[in-house]
T-cell receptor
Framework: AQSVAQPEDQVNVAEGNPLTVKCTYS??????LFWYVQYPNRGLQFLLK??????LVKGSYGFEAEFNKSQTSFHLKKPSALVSDSALYFC??????????????FGPGTRLSVLP | NAGVTQTPKFQVLKTGQSMTLQCAQD?????MYWYRQDPGMGLRLIYY???????DKGEVPNGYNVSRLNKREFSLRLESAAPSQTSVYFC???????????????FGPGTRLTVL
């Protein structure tokens, strides 16, 4: 069965410092990996995805993520955090054989707080 | 484009009452989904619809029914609400890629439901 772990419930970082939000996954088959962000009282917004190709994926709002197959990880990163990046971040995975998206599995979420 | 819209935004029910959550998307997406979000548990799939006219159970379908009214609309019905169904409900949709698989999902703003 597929699973996603986000080992940190909360990440605190000072504005201007680099940030990392961690994600590890477990799937059988090739993974498709996604990051979403959720602001208070809003739905999830897509940030970026890894399907195939370069292991470093660039997404919205200056975020990027690195796919590491040997470590089964897909950590979200940003070189310089903004206070407005404070939100709840979800990692999600599905497999190549999931034709309809019914097998998206979401992690529990990591709350990022960027302190001014 | 409005994207994915959901009504109502908030709802309070008494145990045993019924209600229907409405969802519509204007992105011409084939696939639509209903999730519930509970603290610390990420999102869990209730039902999905791969295409107009089809619906299938997700991870937590008990106590819910769905209708894919047309390509745009996908409703979720609670026939007899229970306190365990207190949650935030999200509708999502996704398109189909050129390889025939579902792309990333786009989410509505959510419905916050409380069952007393």
């Amino acid at each position: 069965a597929q699973s996603v772990a986000q080992p940190e419930d909360q990440v605190n970082v000072a504005e201007g410092n680099p940030l990392t939000v961690k994600c590890t996954y477990s799937v059988s088959g090739n993974p498709y990996l996604f990051w979403y962000v959720q602001y208070p009282n809003r739905g999830l917004q897509f940030l970026l995805k890894y399907i195939t190709g370069d292991n470093l994926v660039k997404g919205s709002y200056g975020f990027e993520a690195e796919f590491n197959k040997s470590q089964t990880s897909f950590h979200l990163k940003k070189p310089s955090a903004l206070v407005s990046d404070s939100a709840l971040y979800f990692c999600a995975v599905r497999t190549e054989g999931d034709n309809y998206g019914q097998n998206f599995v979401f992690g529990p979420g990591t709350r990022l707080s960027v302190l001014p | 484009n409005a994207g994915v819209t959901q009504t109502p935004k908030f709802q309070v029910l008494k145990t045993g009452q019924s209600m229907t959550l409405q969802c519509a998307q204007d992105m011409n997406h084939n696939s639509m989904y209903w999730y519930r979000q509970d603290p610390g548990m990420g999102l869990r799939l209730i039902y999905y619809s791969a295409s107009e006219g089809t619906t299938d159970k997700g991870e937590v379908p008990n106590g819910y029914n769905v209708s894919r009214l047309n390509k745009r609309e996908f409703s979720l019905r609670l026939e007899s609400a229970a306190p365990s169904q207190t949650s935030v409900y999200f509708c999502a949709s996704s398109s189909t890629t050129t390889s025939g698989r579902a792309s990333e999902q786009f989410f509505g703003p959510g419905t916050r439901l409380t069952v007393l």
